[in-house]
Every structure is written in structure tokens, then in C-alpha cells.
């Protein structure tokens, strides 16, 4: 199956939502409250959900990545979904999902987010990330973060404990010390392989820049070297609504204060229970001049487009200015789509038959 065809979340569970909202069996008398609260509560508790998460596109191919590495990406992924999964599968709220998704997926150093960020050009870590609820159309968004542990977290907490949606820099790390949120030592996002693909960077830079076509082939680079590692989850619960997060550390070598799409509503995270969550991945400048995660939204709004329609569209928008990155989307029938344009994408999925499904290859 392609990665932006159409897929649905629904399986069992779905066939039993349907034969839940059957009415009673031929010949018997209409069911009696008690049976229709039963079948009522049922048919809730059987509801289909989706679970939706990426770890960054790039140029990932199986070719250059060792099977230790793989791994680790997999187990990874893997986790997330799970956590993820715990709390729809009890009925929980989908913001609790991709927040507890995301914070795993920051904790874990094989990512550009919480620990594991890229490094600006001084040789700093700032952290981006957004939220977005599908029911309100609230959205909480952080960026430029310097000390906060897991930014997903302080995004929900502008969103859901602040009349703002966007703080930046100091100003949202003081808000992030009202509220008791974890902070930690720049020291704390320290990772060897992070800093040591500055200096290449800054290298190159001195060279004049790696041409274009070396960037997408990854020539002589480490596996991932051009992966961008944002992290990313969207999700339809059991009561139906919709929600996605992002969070990054960026881009390697930023600097002015240089902020992408992924804590920009609309740009990188968007969600509505009329359409569809979406969270993206790539170059973060291309991504805000499409408005992408909107776009897609959008499409499936005003264009009447299948979900999976619509995010290709987008996808392919962003490549044809010369971008390149990918998304996840999910919509509220539990369709749920993938697309990218560069040679992978970590990314995953899993629902209510609870077997989470990793996939990292174009292939
Ligand atoms: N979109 C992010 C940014 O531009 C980078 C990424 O996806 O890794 O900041």
C-alpha cells in the first residue's frame, strides 16, 4: 500500500459499532431502555479510534542504516504508539494521548525534540512545539525554549491555562516557571551526534554549502545525517474528537531566533473535529509559505476532498517550490494518510485492534 492511500481505522471494533447501532433482532418488540442504554454504552465503549505519530522525514534509506539503529527507531516509535494507545483504549481524551506520545518521543535522544534537539549556530538548543484541539479549536503553541524539559507539555498549558496562543523565549519559560513545569540545564540536551552535525554544517557552510542533489542522495553523510526528526502525532478518541501536537528543536544552524512551522498553527499542527489533525515534518520555511496543515484541512472543508487527497496535495505543493518533508493526518471518520517526498519518513500507526505498526522506508 502507498503511504498516501486511503486508510481507515475501523476493523473490528468498527464491524461491532455497527452492528451495535442495528435495531433489534427481526420479530422481537422495540429493545427496552435498559437493553437501549446497554447497546448505547456499547456501542461507545466499541467506538473506533486512531492513533497517528511521526519522528521526522529525510533522506532515511535502508541501505545506509544499520540494523542497531533501526531498532532503536522502531522500539522507539513503537513505545509511543503504545502510550498513546493506553489512554484511547480506556476512552481517554486524545490530548492526553499525543501529549503523553510526544513526551516519550522528546525524552528519547534519536529525535530533533526535548532531548536529542539540533543546535543553533552558537551552539544553543531552542525548542518549538504546538497543540491543537479538534472539539474548541484551541491551540497553545512555545517556541524558542531554552531550559523546558518536554515543550508539548507547556503548549497544552498556554492553550488550555493561558488566553494566549503563542508564547516565545523568556517570557514563555516564565510562564512555564509560574505553572511548575519541569526545566532543566541547557546541558541536558546535549547530544554528541547533534553537535558533531553542527560542525559539518558550519563546515560546509564555510565551503560554500553542500549543492543540493548531495543533500537529497545523503552522499558520504552519516544514515540520517539529512533526517529532520521533528516529532509529531494526531489522533480521532473514542468520543470523537480530533487533536495533534508537534514539537522540534529546529533546525541545525539556525540563528536570529529563526523559528519553522512545527509550533506555527496552521503551518505545522492544525486540528478541527469538522476535517481532520495534521502534523508535519520538513523544511520549516516551505511548510509556513503553503500553509500546510491548514491546507489539508481545507481541502477536505471547502474542496470536499478524501483525506488522503488532501494531504498529498499538499505535500506535493510544498515540492514543487523546492521543500521537502512530509505529514500525518487523521480524519474523523478515522481515515489516515502519510505522505512524503523524501526517501522515508519514521512514522506509525495503531488502533483499536491495539497492534502498533511502524514504518520508516519509502519501500
Ligand atoms: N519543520 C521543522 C522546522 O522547520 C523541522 C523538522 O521537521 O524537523 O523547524
Redesign the pocket.
Same mark, same amino acid.
Given at each position: 500500500m502507498t503511504d498516501d492511500s486511503r486508510r481507515k481505522f475501523l476493523g473490528r471494533a468498527g464491524a461491532a459499532v455497527l452492528a451495535a447501532g442495528l435495531p433489534a433482532a427481526r420479530g422481537s418488540a422495540a429493545p427496552a431502555p435498559a437493553q437501549r442504554r446497554r447497546g448505547a454504552r456499547a456501542a461507545r465503549a466499541l467506538r473506533p479510534f486512531g492513533f497517528v505519530i511521526h519522528g521526522?522525514? #529525510?533522506t532515511i534509506e535502508r541501505a545506509r542504516m544499520t540494523p542497531e539503529r533501526e531498532a532503536a527507531y522502531r522500539a522507539a516509535l513503537e513505545g509511543a504508539l503504545r502510550a498513546g494507545f493506553e489512554v484511547l483504549s480506556r476512552g481517554g481524551p486524545g490530548l492526553d494521548a499525543v501529549v503523553a506520545a510526544i513526551r516519550l518521543l522528546e525524552d528519547s535522544p534519536l529525535f530533533?525534540?526535548g532531548k536529542g534537539a &539540533?543546535f543553533t549556530s552558537e551552539g544553543t538548543n531552542e525548542l518549538?512545539a504546538s497543540i491543537m484541539d479538534g472539539r474548541t479549536l484551541k491551540a497553545g503553541a512555545v517556541a524558542g525554549l531554552r531550559h523546558v524539559k518536554n515543550p508539548i507539555s507547556l503548549a497544552r498549558l498556554v492553550m488550555e491555562q493561558s488566553p494566549h496562543v503563542m508564547m516565545v523565549g523568556d517570557g514563555a519559560e516564565a510562564f512555564a516557571r509560574q505553572k511548575g513545569v519541569e526545566l532543566v540545564d541547557p546541558k541536558y540536551f546535549f547530544t554528541e551526534e547533534r553537535w558533531e552535525q553542527l560542525q559539518r554544517r558550519k563546515e560546509e557552510e564555510r565551503r560554500g554549502g553542500p549543492p543540493r542533489a548531495s543533500r537529497r542522495r545523503g552522499d558520504a553523510l552519516p544514515p540520517d545525517e539529512w533526517?529532520?526528526?521533528?516529532v509529531g502525532a494526531v489522533c480521532l478518541d473514542r468520543a470523537g474528537n480530533l487533536s495533534a501536537g508537534?514539537s522540534?528543536?529546529?533546525?541545525t544552524n539556525?540563528r536570529f531566533g529563526? &523559528?519553522?512551522?512545527?509550533p506555527i498553527i496552521a503551518a #505545522?499542527t492544525y486540528a478541527s473535529n469538522e476535517t481532520c489533525a495534521v502534523s508535519?515534518?520538513?523544511?520549516?520555511?516551505y511548510?509556513i509559505r503553503t500553509a500546510v496543515a491548514h491546507s489539508v484541512s481545507a481541502a477536505v472543508e471547502f474542496g470536499r476532498l478524501p483525506l488522503a487527497e488532501a494531504a498529498r496535495l499538499a505535500v506535493e505543493k510544498v515540492g514543487r517550490l523546492g521543500g521537502t #518533508?512530509g505529514l500525518i493526518a487523521i480524519d474523523r471518520r478515522g481515515n489516515f494518510a502519510m505522505p512524503f517526498n523524501t526517501s522515508g519518513m519514521y512514522r506509525g500507526h495503531v488502533g483499536p485492534e491495539g497492534e502498533p505498526r511502524v514504518e520508516i522506508y519509502r519501500d
Open positions: 521526522g522525514a #529525510g530533533n525534540a &539540533v518549538d533526517k529532520f526528526g521533528t508537534t522540534t528543536g529546529g533546525m539556525k529563526r &523559528v519553522g512551522d512545527s #505545522g508535519c515534518t520538513g523544511d520549516g520555511e511548510f #518533508g
